[in-house]
């Protein structure tokens, strides 16, 4: 979301397009943008981490963003049903002069004023992650491999 892209309650698509959308070298959404979209008892999770109120999803937001050099945002294809909300993405993160991509989608559901109080984010951690480190990217593979083979 744009630093100063202003999103409108309820969440509609394009608004959902907009959440979903930081380019690399764009500023990242501000603590009151957060707090204008999301429940203040919002329930956060992704692979590694839940999380439980507004103040503590703004604090994993920003702890991401300070852990990287960049971050990036596109999304895919979005669908509404009543008060759920699903949003395909793909997310970059620029650490150190590598990059690591992750494709995923978020589930959100959304509370009577239409705001986000559930959202879950799926995605392969594991694999983006580690695949590119010597020793431990082909262990994974060799790993994943038993599991469907």
Not at 107 to 129: K, N, Q
Request: with cysteine.
């Amino acid at each position: 979301m744009a630093a100063n892209a202003p999103i409108h309650l309820p969440l509609d698509e394009p608004g959902l397009r907009a959440l979903f959308t930081k380019p690399y070298g764009a500023p990242s959404p501000s603590a009151e943008q957060w707090r204008a979209l999301y429940a203040a008892d919002v329930q956060f999770s992704d692979p590694t981490q839940s999380r439980q109120g507004l103040e503590a999803y703004i604090a994993a937001q920003e702890g991401l963003l300070r852990r990287c050099d960049d971050v990036f945002l596109e999304p895919g294809a979005v669908a509404i049903t009543g008060d759920q909300a699903f949003v395909e993405w793909t997310m970059g993160l620029k650490i150190k002069g590598l990059e690591f991509v992750y494709p995923g989608v978020s589930r959100l559901r959304l509370d009577g004023d239409g705001r986000i109080a559930d959202h879950r984010d799926y995605f392969d951690f594991m694999g983006p992650t580690f695949a590119p480190v010597p020793l431990v990217g082909p262990f994974l593979r060799w790993l994943y491999g038993r599991f469907v083979a």
